[in-house]
């Protein structure tokens, strides 16, 4: 995606939004997610996902996308990139999540508004909004009246 003056701030609602999926997929071993890669089995990657995801998220808001990548050299350290269909309600968001050994990253490669504003502000608004509306909260116990 073309970079624009508010992709950076999306990029960085997004991170902070899907980082716990991030953290149960690097509890995964690199070597798996590359050997799923390198067989293309994709199927078996939208299941990870999808468990990962589903942890924190609605069903089908988080999902594996079309593929993805690695790298693995002789006395390198493994690095994994995940394509993936970020979809809360009224937004599609198409990213790569870079996973390594200490940090994770992810970067937009496409954003659909459903609806629309003329003002980048508002749609980065919304996808914050509609991103947490998307999560799973908790509420924390009340005190019980004694």
């Known amino acids: 995606m073309k970079k624009c003056p508010y992709s950076a701030q999306r990029e960085k609602i997004l991170a902070e939004a899907i980082s716990p999926v991030a953290t149960e997929l690097?509890?995964?071993?690199?070597?798996d997610l590359i050997s799923l890669l390198r067989f293309?089995?994709?199927?078996?990657?939208a299941d990870l996902v999808?468990?990962?995801?589903?942890?924190?998220?609605?069903?089908?808001?988080?999902?594996?996308?079309?593929g993805g990548n690695y790298t693995l050299e002789w006395g390198g350290k493994p690095e994994v990139v995940l394509d993936?269909?970020?979809?809360?309600?009224?937004?599609?968001?198409?990213?790569q999540l870079t996973m390594a050994e200490d940090h994770a990253g992810i970067e937009i490669n496409h954003i659909s508004f459903q609806n629309a504003s003329v003002d980048p502000?508002?749609?980065?608004?919304?996808?914050?909004?509609?991103?947490?509306?998307?999560?799973?909260?908790?509420?924390?116990?009340?005190?019980?009246?004694?």
């Open 84 to 95: 993936l269909e970020i979809k809360p309600r009224g937004v599609t968001v198409y990213a």
């Open 50 to 66: 999808a468990s990962a995801a589903e942890l924190f998220f609605h069903p089908g808001t988080v999902n594996f996308g079309l």
């Open 26 to 31: 690097r509890l995964l071993d690199a070597s």
């Open 121 to 146: 502000d508002e749609n980065t608004a919304f996808l914050q909004r509609s991103l947490y509306e998307a999560r799973y909260i908790v509420a924390k116990p009340q005190a019980l009246a004694g």
């Open 40 to 45: 293309e089995y994709y199927g078996n990657l």
